[in-house]
């Protein structure tokens, strides 16, 4: 009797130990490997708001889905909501897995809080855009709400959001590359980014990546350079008639 009471002691006093660390990996949705050193925890920490922009240069819809892709992969399910846009090989270039996504329609601004409240509790990503007539303050304030005590991440794209987001990410600068002189293919996109936020990620700081990069969707810019493209053929000139 007194070993097994020894023996659920060390056990209690083991489970006291590890959990700390168990619950801190419930926590943070994993992210893949560019994306590390620039988020707090080296992932997206569940119950935060995340706000993707792109200033003038495109590109925000593919920098959320490569931000979201390795928690997709890793199990995580996924609705898109208001991004007709979105397609499912877009989706699927950029490594979300398809069988755990859903593409949710935009409803009507006066139903938008309660479709998106009930996908909460359903979801642990929600990319979410919201129109041309935004989102009533009200119910953008009871959706953060709700997401951090449920623990799913929002992924706001574009305008129409009074309430602040914990993070927030905006690429600043975008350039091709591959083309040259009027020839060539499209290789990969350099882009800036841009990341600030609440806390620990108050400091504002800047990245370069490739998004996307030449052989995959994301890739640091000193991990991956595009080659140069090929030059075109040269033609001899022939006299015609």
């Known amino acids: 009797?007194?070993?097994?009471?020894?023996?659920?002691a060390a056990l209690e006093v083991l489970h006291e130990r590890i959990r700390p660390v168990a619950l801190a990996r419930e926590q943070v949705l994993p992210v893949s490997g560019p994306f590390e050193a620039?988020?707090?925890?080296?992932?997206?920490?569940?119950?935060?708001?995340?706000?993707?922009?792109?200033?003038?240069?495109?590109?925000?819809?593919?920098?959320?889905?490569?931000?979201?892709?390795?928690?997709?992969?890793?199990?995580?399910?996924?609705?898109?909501?208001?991004?007709?846009?979105?397609?499912?090989?877009?989706a699927a270039e950029a490594g979300m897995a398809l069988e755990r996504l859903v593409l949710v329609r935009a409803p009507e601004r006066s139903t938008w809080g309660s479709v998106v409240a009930a996908l909460v509790d359903g979801f642990d990503l929600l990319l979410l855009h919201a129109g041309r007539g935004g989102v009533r303050s009200v119910d953008a304030r009871k959706l953060v709400a709700r997401a951090r005590e449920r623990g799913t991440v929002l992924v706001q794209l574009g305008p129409g959001w009074e309430a602040e987001a914990d993070l927030s990410l905006r690429i600043v600068e975008a350039t091709w590359e591959g083309l040259d002189d009027g020839y060539g293919h499209l290789l990969a996109r350099r882009v800036t980014l841009e990341v600030t936020g609440r806390g620990a990620s108050a400091r504002p700081r800047r990245t370069q990546l490739w998004l996307p990069a030449r052989d995959g969707p994301v890739a640091a810019v000193d991990e991956v350079r595009p080659a140069a493209p090929e030059p075109a053929p040269v033609r001899p000139l022939r006299a015609v008639g």
Do not use: F, N, Q, Y
């Open 1 to 8: 009797m007194i070993g097994r009471v020894g023996k659920d």
């Open 38 to 90: 620039l988020l707090p925890g080296a992932g997206l920490r569940r119950g935060t708001t995340v706000s993707v922009t792109a200033t003038g240069v495109g590109g925000g819809t593919s920098l959320a889905l490569a931000l979201v892709a390795e928690a997709s992969r890793a199990g995580s399910w996924t609705a898109s909501v208001g991004l007709p846009s979105l397609g499912l090989v877009a």
